[in-house]
């Protein structure tokens, strides 16, 4: 959970886990961030049902393109898309990146604490060294743009 009854995590969902946490905590929106593909199917059906809401978002972690980490961010900071659960493939680097600019942005937590979180989900800083660099140059500019 990243803010009880509005932004929930978590690793790519099983049907049966998707179906279930849909139902407990009443999600209105799923945020992919793996783009569309074919084993997560099932989270297009639950969407042409009308049941919720779907971004699809092909975040690749060797060749991230921030520009659409933002418009995914816009998506996930939205409070119309609240409750709203983020995934990836593993939920440590995608999904670490978009909660921890959340954690920033939305929440006023300290950069170091956002990135504490990232490593808690077994983000690797070392494989990917430029989410890193991104998320303080994001801090950066929030508080420069505070004072």
Not at 5 to 12: E, K, L
Not at 18 to 44: D, P, S, W, Y
Not at 49 to 67: A, H, Q
Request: glycine content about 4%.
């Amino acid at each position: 959970m990243v803010k009880k009854g509005a932004v929930y995590r978590s690793a790519q969902p099983s049907k049966i886990f998707l179906e279930r946490v849909i139902q407990e905590k009443k999600i209105k929106t799923i945020l992919n961030l793996r783009g569309h593909r074919g084993e997560n199917a099932f989270e297009r059906e639950v969407a042409k049902s009308g049941k919720i809401s779907l971004f699809e978002f092909r975040l690749r972690v060797e060749n991230m393109d921030f520009n659409m980490v933002e418009r995914a961010y816009k998506v996930l900071a939205d409070p119309k898309n609240h409750p709203i659960l983020v995934h990836c493939l593993v939920g440590a680097d995608r999904t670490g990146l978009l909660v921890a600019l959340f954690r920033i942005r939305e929440q006023n937590w300290p950069l170091e604490n956002a990135m504490e979180e990232m490593l808690f989900y077994w983000h690797d800083p070392k494989m990917l060294p430029r989410f890193q660099q991104y998320l303080k140059k994001q801090y950066l500019l929030l508080n420069r743009l505070k004072y």
